[in-house]
């Protein structure tokens, strides 16, 4: 921008070419106000750092907080275990206990049974066998000390340099009986895996018999029904005829049942795992089967996922309570199965021995064949009563069945709903918490802005008094230019007027004498004044050197102010709150001029 462009409300060329640039940069910059200072930036930084400081103490203490609860739920966790394992500990030495005393009173009649040495045979075997166990752990003992004795006083003998020995000689001596050691250690323990293995394989086998002879039911007509006799044979053939739709209806059962858990079925028991993974898994879930807490499921959950497991742990434990279930209703219904069966026989065992009883007694009685069909038919619907029993037991066995999964079903939708609406709760939680944040930053917002406005408004008006104030002091600062060109103009023309009267004056008084040697060798003033000649008075000598224009000792000593504070050091009660409070309510002489206060007033904003 040209200098000649610009059209100034005020005349530059009386300042010169420095003024004008300096006022057009301020011109073209803008006038800042020299009431604010500039803004500190290291303040604001170290503020912010104060910040940031304390918000990631609060983070810490947050962060504490959770380590705190989850250091909590997993001590609860732990306590709860602790407790199952009790309970667990506690039923398992109750069963041992019934095994043994089951064992013994089973046991005690087949030994009376043998011959009468048996009993003191199987005392001499246990004795044979703690003798044996005691004399290899004796022998153990005895050889784990001697080698420890033997390689203290070898490391002794060769940390002391003075003695020589022959180390060789000493390490043979040393190895000889660790290794002796060492395979009686090994026999013992092949010996201990191999029993072991032979246990575990009996075991297995005798699960095995188990499994095979768990309620097996041979179908068709039991073999027991050809040896029975029936003088009617329509009463023979119809419950013949039971026996074969009571098969039909269960094997219905049992194949309703294979269809529904055929994906279960149709996989291995191991589903997919190791042999070993799947027996811990097992061990696990038979350790919390007695337990009928509600938070059963969590236990064994965080036990299994400790054994470090495969990843599909849920999976597997879904199919096995599958397994598991279809297990129990086929023995169910297997037992029901044997149960009926067993029933059936026995009560056809009973018609035919009560036909054969009431046909005997109606030959001996010359009874006729009406009397005969009559009481065949009572047997029949007997037997059809009885089939109308077993029958309605079977439905509401049925119905019984579908009422308890109904209510697991319902029980886990519950649990579900719960869940669901625990979720939802926190969502909702979450989303007022966020809705109070954005109003909180929506009304920080309107107060910024409304204090921006102001701020700005501010600065207009203040931009507005001073350019008002920067006219009048050009028209101040023209005017005091004026009267000093004035003054100077004055100053010059009393100098010249001066210079006159001194001329007149030095004319007037212009020394016209003639050459004096005498006052040439006369004393003069200063020597007159350093002897003492014509000295004056010492009244002038008493006044100050110095004009004083501060307070004097007896103004200072008069203060009031100044003598309380004095008593009040001597007394000891200068620094008390008695002595600030006297201090305080102490009236001054003279009031302070109202002139010397302070008219500054700060801004609220």
């Known amino acids: 921008m040209d200098k000649a462009s610009l059209k100034?409300?005020?005349?530059?060329?009386?300042?010169?070419?420095?003024?004008?640039?300096?006022?057009?940069?301020?011109?073209?910059q803008g006038a800042t106000a020299k009431?604010?200072?500039?803004?500190?930036?290291?303040?604001?930084?170290?503020?912010?750092?104060?910040?940031?400081?304390?918000?990631?103490?609060?983070?810490?203490?947050?962060?504490?907080?959770?380590?705190?609860?989850?250091?909590?739920?997993?001590?609860?966790?732990?306590?709860?275990?602790?407790?199952?394992?009790?309970?667990?500990?506690?039923?398992?030495?109750?069963?041992?206990?019934?095994?043994?005393?089951s064992l013994d009173t089973e046991t005690a009649p087949l030994i009376k049974s043998f011959s009468p040495s048996f009993g003191d045979e199987l005392d001499d075997e246990k004795d044979l066998?703690?003798?044996?166990?005691?004399?290899?752990?004796?022998?153990?003992?005895?050889?784990?000390?001697?080698?420890?004795?033997?390689?203290?006083?070898?490391?002794?003998m060769k940390n002391h340099s003075e003695q020589h020995v022959d180390s060789f000689m000493l390490e043979q001596n040393i190895k000889r009986p660790l290794d002796k050691f060492r395979s009686m250690y090994t026999e013992a323990l092949q010996s201990v895996n191999a029993e072991q293995s032979q246990l575990e394989n009996e075991l297995c086998a005798v699960q095995e018999l188990f499994r095979k002879s768990d309620k097996h039911v041979e179908e068709g007509i039991p073999p027991e029904m050809s040896f029975l006799d029936c003088p009617d044979a329509w009463l023979k053939s119809s419950v013949l005829h039971e026996f074969q739709e009571l098969?039909?209806?269960?094997?219905?059962?049992?194949?309703?049942?294979?269809?529904?858990?055929?994906?279960?079925?149709?996989n291995d028991e191991c589903d997919g795992w190791s042999r070993e993974n799947h027996e811990k898994f097992l061990t696990v879930m038979d350790m919390f089967s007695f337990n009928g807490n509600s938070n059963k499921r969590n236990l064994y959950m965080d036990l299994l996922r400790q054994l470090q497991l495969p990843s599909?742990?849920?999976?597997?434990?879904?199919?096995?309570?599958?397994?598991?279930?279809?297990?129990?209703?086929?023995?169910?219904?297997?037992?029901?199965w044997y149960r009926s069966k067993k029933a059936l026989l026995l009560k056809a065992q009973a018609v035919f021995t009560e036909a054969c009883t009431s046909h005997k007694e109606n030959t001996k009685a010359c009874l006729g064949k009406e009397l005969q069909q009559m009481k065949c038919n009572q047997l029949y619907e007997k037997v059809a009563l009885w089939r109308e029993q077993q029958l309605e037991t079977l439905h509401l066995e049925k119905e019984l069945e579908d009422f308890a999964k109904g209510e697991a079903d319902e029980h886990r939708r519950q649990e579900e709903e719960t869940r669901?609406?625990?979720?939802?709760?926190?969502?909702?939680?979450?989303?007022?918490?966020?809705?109070?944040?954005?109003?909180?930053?929506?009304?920080?917002?309107?107060?910024y802005d409304t204090e921006l406005a102001s701020l700005q408004d501010y600065l207009s008006k203040q931009?507005?008094?001073?350019?008002?104030?920067?006219?009048?002091?050009?028209l101040m600062q023209k005017e005091k230019e004026k009267h000093k060109k004035q003054m100077i103009e004055n100053k010059a023309l009393e100098e010249l007027a001066k210079e006159r009267r001194l001329d007149s004056i030095r004319k007037q008084v212009q020394v016209q004498t003639e050459a004096d040697s005498l006052r040439v060798q006369s004393a003069t003033a200063a020597s007159e004044a350093r002897r003492g000649v014509g000295a004056l008075d010492e009244e002038p000598i008493q006044k100050p050197l110095f004009t004083l224009y501060s307070y004097t000792a007896k103004q200072v000593s008069a203060d009031p102010r100044l003598r309380l504070e004095e008593r009040l050091r001597e007394v000891g009660l200068l620094n008390s709150a008695y002595g600030r409070q006297a201090m305080l309510q102490l009236q001054l002489l003279r009031k302070p001029r109202p002139d010397m206060k302070s008219t500054f007033k700060f801004s609220e904003s």
Request: hydrophobic letters at 30%.
């Open 8 to 28: 100034l409300p005020f005349d530059l060329n009386s300042r010169g070419d420095k003024f004008a640039e300096k006022l057009v940069q301020r011109y073209l």
């Open 247 to 266: 098969d039909i209806m269960y094997s219905n059962h049992l194949r309703e049942v294979d269809d529904k858990y055929h994906d279960v079925i149709r």
């Open 129 to 156: 066998l703690l003798s044996e166990f005691w004399q290899f752990k004796k022998v153990i003992i005895s050889s784990m000390c001697s080698s420890r004795v033997e390689v203290f006083n070898y490391w002794k």
């Open 463 to 474: 931009a507005e008094i001073d350019r008002e104030r920067v006219i009048y002091r050009e």
């Open 312 to 336: 599909n742990l849920e999976e597997h434990e879904k199919r096995w309570l599958a397994r598991k279930q279809c297990q129990q209703l086929r023995k169910a219904i297997t037992t029901d």
């Open 420 to 447: 669901k609406h625990l979720l939802a709760a926190q969502k909702e939680k979450v989303q007022v918490f966020r809705g109070k944040k954005s109003e909180e930053k929506k009304r920080m917002k309107e107060a």
């Open 35 to 101: 009431c604010y200072d500039n803004v500190d930036y290291q303040h604001l930084k170290s503020i912010t750092a104060q910040k940031k400081q304390s918000s990631s103490s609060q983070l810490t203490c947050i962060r504490k907080i959770h380590e705190t609860s989850r250091h909590c739920k997993k001590q609860a966790l732990l306590l709860q275990h602790a407790f199952h394992w009790k309970q667990y500990y506690c039923q398992q030495l109750q069963k041992a206990m019934q095994l043994e005393e």
